[in-house]
Structures are given as structure tokens and as C-alpha cells.
């Protein structure tokens, strides 16, 4: 499997997490350190957070962007007005450009959603030339962002069944500390730097939090909408109480914390993934 990502519209992944990842995109791409000319990969696009917030930080030459889910390319294609950016499908495990195609390969929370993370650390590598730098960000489950803890806290009290499934979430991978890191050095990086990553998410109300979630996006979405009707109302009603917390119903703010790393391609580093992964760098992507 390439993917565990189960986020299936572009608008429900608009509400639950493009808004928050668009502010994210920012300190990240500081934390990247994009520069005027280069080319840049972003692996995982979604519907463009990283991807259109590239040009706006540097007078960058080329953005290629990609993506596993053909939903996610369509949206962000649509939503392109920039000649330097191109956007299609492809697995961050195959990444479909040559050896050495890029300055940079970014890749905003993806990897925790990719099972085997590795290979694709080991891909964007491949795809960076000598010198060029590998970036990636996580969300910190476990212990970076209560307002997803507040969720999976409350259904994780009130039925059994959601425990295994709150542990899965807060161990997806390469969100413990220094898993990032280590594996980042594991697949032949250097100089390799990490660092914790802080926004703020900002709900106007409990039904600007809830709906996503509620219309069933991601995993505390499937979760929620397979549940009978009488557990279904005693979860809204728990969640409901947390995320109010003893005040009436209003703006809440949560800070967000992602975990992020830094790499550096070393001199005479060769690819190791075999030629099917690799086309043309005029490929249509
Ligand atoms: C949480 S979204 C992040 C999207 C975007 N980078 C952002 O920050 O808004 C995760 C994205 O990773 C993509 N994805 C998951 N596994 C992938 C894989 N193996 N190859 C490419 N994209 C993948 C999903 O389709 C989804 O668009």
C-alpha cells in the first residue's frame, strides 16, 4: 500500500486541514530555506498548500508538484494560474523524475500517511542533485495537537473499539521523536536538522471544528459516521463539551505542533531505486 491517506474531497480536506496546512506552509518553507531560480519538488500536494505558497517566498524557477490522489491533482491544477507550476499524479515511493532533477524536494504532511516512509526519503533524495536539500513535515499526533487529542481522547472514553484506532493515529509514521531525524540520516542525508514547527488553528465555532469530521473526512470521520445512532449522539455531545470547556459556544484557538527535518544530498551519491521510477524530466508531470 503507497497510501493510508482517506481523505477523499478536495473541499472536506479544504475545511478539516488545507487552511491550517497553508499556514504551516510558511514557517516550513523558512525552515526549507527556498531560494530565487531553483527547481522544486512537492511531494504529496494535496490541494496546493506548499505548492502555491513556493513562489510567493522566492522568485523560484519551477515547482513540480505530485501527488497520489487524482482528486487532489485535479483540485490543485484547477486552482494553478502559474506557468512555473506543474502538477500531476504520482507516488512519493516512485517519484516519476530522473536523478538529480531538483534543488529541493519538499514534502508537507505526507510521509506519516506513506507505510513505507523510508523509500520515499530514499526517492527524494534520488531526485535532489548533489548539495540540494530534502525537507519534510509531520503533525506531532501524540503530542503536538490537542484539538485532534481532544477528539480521539474523548471517543478513545467512550467506546473500547476507538482505543486501538487513537494509538494508530498517535504513532503514524515518522511522528516520534527523532524518527524523522534518524531516518532522514539512515537514508544517506547529511547535516541533517530538526525542528518543531508551531501554528495556531483557529475555529470561529464547534461546527466550524466538527463538520468535517462529522461529514466524515479522514480517520476520525470514517470513525464517527460507523457508529449507531445512540453512540453517534453521545460523541457529539462529549466533543461538543470538550472543545466548548465550560463556555459557551465560540472562536477557539489551538497551537499545532509538526515535527520537521532537514537533509543535505552528499557529493557522489548514487540512486539506488531502479530505472522503471524514472522518466523523462520533460515528462508531462
Ligand atoms: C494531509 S495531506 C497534505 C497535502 C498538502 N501537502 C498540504 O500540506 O496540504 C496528505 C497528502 O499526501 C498524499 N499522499 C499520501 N500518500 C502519498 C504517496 N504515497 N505519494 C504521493 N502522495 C501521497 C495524499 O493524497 C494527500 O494529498
Not at 197 to 215: H, K, N, V
Amino acid at each position: 500500500m503507497a497510501s493510508s491517506f482517506n481523505v477523499h474531497s478536495a473541499d472536506g480536506y479544504e475545511q478539516l486541514m488545507g487552511r491550517w496546512s497553508r499556514r504551516l506552509a510558511i514557517p516550513f518553507i523558512e525552515f526549507a530555506g527556498v531560494r530565487d531560480g531553483e527547481r522544486v519538488l512537492d511531494v504529496g500536494c494535496g490541494t496546493g498548500s506548499l505548492t502555491f505558497a513556493l513562489p510567493e517566498a522566492a522568485d523560484i524557477g519551477e515547482v513540480r508538484a505530485i501527488d497520489y490522489s487524482p482528486v487532489f491533482v485535479e483540485e490543485a491544477a484547477r486552482r494553478n494560474a502559474d506557468a512555473r507550476i506543474r502538477i500531476g499524479q504520482g507516488d512519493a515511493c516512485a517519484i516519476p523524475f530522473p536523478d538529480a532533477a531538483f534543488d529541493r524536494a519538499l514534502s508537507l504532511l505526507v510521509l506519516h500517511f506513506v507505510p513505507e516512509a523510508g523509500k520515499a526519503v530514499d526517492e527524494m533524495r534520488r531526485v535532489v542533485r548533489p548539495g540540494g536539500v530534502v525537507a519534510a513535515a509531520v503533525w506531532d499526533h501524540l503530542g503536538g495537537l490537542p484539538v485532534m487529542r481532544l477528539m480521539w481522547d474523548t471517543v478513545a472514553m467512550l467506546d473500547e473499539s476507538a482505543v486501538e484506532k487513537r494509538s494508530r493515529y498517535c504513532f503514524q509514521p515518522m511522528m516520534q521523536p527523532n524518527e524523522m531525524r534518524d531516518a532522514f540520516v539512515k537514508h544517506g542525508l547529511t547535516d541533517v536538522e530538526q525542528a518543531s514547527l508551531t501554528i495556531r488553528m483557529d475555529y470561529q465555532s464547534f461546527d466550524d471544528f466538527w463538520a468535517p469530521i462529522a461529514a466524515g473526512e479522514g480517520p476520525l470521520g470514517a470513525y464517527v459516521t460507523s457508529l449507531d445512532a445512540a453512540l453517534r449522539k453521545k460523541t457529539d455531545t462529549a466533543v461538543r463539551a470538550a472543545y466548548e470547556a465550560g463556555r459557551p459556544d465560540g472562536p477557539r484557538s489551538f497551537a499545532a505542533v509538526a515535527w520537521a527535518c532537514k537533509g543535505v544530498v552528499p557529493q557522489g551519491v548514487e540512486a539506488t531505486l531502479p530505472p522503471r521510477a524514472r522518466l523523462p524530466v520533460s515528462s508531462p508531470l
